[in-house]
């Protein structure tokens, strides 16, 4: 095909618009007809418009007869621009629509744009995502131009165009962030079941592994915590507790809990309720902080959870576990799996500390406040 000014011209804008040069070609041709029917009339199912394809020569057909008045073109062009213009619009819009359908529940990256009435609008490149106060992490601080990652959560047309509405409090977002840290996510070996979150506050994931030489939740960790933390650096220090998946009800409401220690769990199927049992020193940490740790352990484990503690808190402290549950989750978490208590932890050198899988500098920094 001979490219000449025209198709060039009309190749770009359908490239710039991300349209089809077919449909800017159509629509130029009902901004033709619409032109001369606003100075001519004529019925519209009588008559036609067509557009050289070449050379962008515009004729006026009616059944068949070429009636395209003298100087047509010119005043064409006009009418033809207003109404290009809006179609290219509307392409636009749609193509924009259909495109981001496609990413939503994926991280996209951007800059803070505009800051407005408490919405965030981040620049996305090529559209501008919208986070409203609710799909924000409550305590979290924005600034103007900071880079910053969000998960595509709905997108719909809005009064001025198509709206990208953009998140970083949904648990989505957190599942999506350690996919992106642990390949064995990325590969299908390890499964993230079930996720519940309090933005900004602290967040319970169940995972699960498909080979029984996985450990699901050690590779979400990572060797020395990377995975893990460099998610929670993304969320502002939120907190994370990773725990195994079960099949056995029981079993999950009791790994749900962590890092409390559970006595028993006695479940009532008819009502879906479980009756959780802990030593009397674990009450507290079992329901953590203004019910924090059960409330999204029942939100993790679809169980209405009720806890009560045990008459036999004692036999907890001479295993040497007393002050333990001060820690953080995720450094209680890494002690408990490598065994080591508060008696063993006094009688172990910082290198020693630092030894253990899952224990960084950071971590040292808060086993060394708690044995002082």
């Known amino acids: ?71 047509f073109g010119r005043i064409a062009a006009q009418t033809a621009k207003q109404v290009l213009l809006q179609r290219v619009r509307e392409s636009e819009k749609k193509a924009v629509l259909e495109d981001y ?49 969000v998960l595509v959560a709905d997108v719909h047309e809005g009064r001025r165009g198509p709206e990208i509405i953009v998140s970083r409090s949904r648990p989505g977002f957190v599942k999506k962030l350690f996919e992106l840290e642990v390949p064995e996510l990325q590969n299908g070996t390890v499964k993230i079941e079930e996720i519940a979150r309090e933005a900004g506050e602290r967040t319970k994931i169940a995972v699960s592994s498909n080979q029984e030489n996985v450990d699901p939740v050690g590779s ?18 939120e907190r994370i507790d990773i725990i195994h998946h079960s099949s056995a009800s029981e079993k999950y409401i009791a790994n749900a809990l962590s890092p409390a220690n559970v006595i028993e769990v006695k479940l009532d199927l008819d009502k879906r309720t479980a009756e959780v049992e802990v030593f009397e020193d674990q009450l507290s940490l ?71 899988k899952g224990i960084g500098p950071k971590a040292v920094e808060e086993i060394k406040e708690l044995l002082k």
């Open 1 to 71: 095909m001979v490219q000449t000014e025209f198709t060039a011209a009309l190749n770009q804008v359908a490239a710039e618009r991300g349209i089809e040069p077919e449909d800017v070609l159509e629509t130029v041709e009902e901004a033709l007809l619409s032109a001369y029917r606003k100075d001519h009339g004529g019925e519209i199912e009588e008559m036609r418009a067509e557009i050289d394809s070449q050379t962008g020569a515009a004729k006026i057909f009616k059944n068949d007869e070429d009636i395209t008045p003298s100087g």
């Open 101 to 149: 359908q496609e990413k939503i529940g994926e991280i996209l990256s951007g800059h803070i744009f505009r800051i407005e009435r408490g919405v965030v609008v981040v620049d996305l490149g090529r559209v501008q995502g919208i986070m409203p106060p609710s799909e924000q992490i409550r305590r979290e601080r924005y600034q103007l131009n900071q880079r910053l990652k």
């Open 220 to 237: 979400c960790v990572g060797q020395k915590g990377v995975r893990v933390q460099a998610v929670i650096a993304e969320l502002g220090e």
């Open 286 to 356: 079992a329901i953590g902080r203004g019910g924090q740790n059960v409330r999204l352990a029942a939100k993790l484990t679809g169980w209405k959870i009720d806890i009560k503690g045990g008459d036999d808190g004692g036999s907890e402290k001479e295993d040497g576990k007393e002050g333990v549950e001060k820690l953080s989750t995720r450094v209680a978490n890494a002690l408990d799996k490598a065994g080591v208590d508060l008696e063993k932890l006094e009688e172990m050198s910082d290198e020693e500390i630092k030894e253990i």
